[in-house]
Structures are given as structure tokens and as C-alpha cells.
């Protein structure tokens, strides 16, 4: 229960992404690293002309697995969300590592 709090926490905090926005399948980041354990998903804002773009990241494996993530045609300051920790800012492109069954997003607003 107190993971699935964490998921609501950050999927409120960017709820124009998340809940919102276009599901765009994994069209406009690459993520390299941790396979097959990894998948990922990314979302843009439905009506704007604001280039945001949120990438989720899912580690499906049982082992910590470390990943690259690029936003495709983004550079500069992201931050990074995850269950458990306080959100974090790094620059594109970005190095994190996922725990095991768990997940992070990327966000670039």
C-alpha cells in the first residue's frame, strides 16, 4: 500500500503528463541498458504548445538495473521522481539506477 501512495504521489505531481496527457508508447526517448528487465513508456501534454515530456521508466527484473535516458530532441535540466526519495535534478542525458520492481519517472517541463 505505501508503494502504490508513492505511485499516486508522483503521478499527481505531474498529473498534466501522467494522467492527462498523450500516451505516446515509447516514441520520443531512448532508454539503453538493463535488458530485457526494462520498459518504458513516455507521455507529452494533450493541449499545449509546451514541450514536456515525461518518460516512465519500469524495472521488471529482480536486480537493480542501471539505464541511460535521452528525451529525444530535449537537452537540459530533468527531473527525476521515484517512490521512496525525494525528487532529484540531473542533465540530459541521464544515468539512473532502478531498483527491482519498482519505477522512475524523468520529467522534462
Known amino acids: 500500500a505505501r508503494y502504490v501512495s508513492e505511485l499516486i504521489r508522483i503521478r499527481k505531481q505531474y498529473a498534466g503528463l501522467l494522467l492527462y496527457g498523450r500516451f505516446n508508447d515509447t516514441t520520443g526517448a531512448s532508454v539503453t541498458g538493463g535488458d530485457p528487465y526494462i520498459r518504458y513508456s513516455v507521455f507529452n501534454l494533450l493541449h499545449s504548445d509546451a514541450q514536456a515530456r515525461a518518460c516512465v521508466i519500469v524495472n521488471f527484473g529482480n536486480a537493480p538495473q542501471t539505464v541511460e535516458v535521452n528525451l529525444d530532441g530535449m537537452s537540459g535540466r530533468v527531473t527525476i ?22 519505477l522512475t519517472v524523468v520529467v522534462k517541463q
Not at 81 to 102: G, H, K, Y
Open 81 to 102: 521522481a521515484a517512490p521512496f526519495q525525494a525528487n532529484r535534478t540531473s542533465v540530459l542525458p541521464v544515468r539512473i539506477t532502478i531498483p527491482p520492481d519498482r
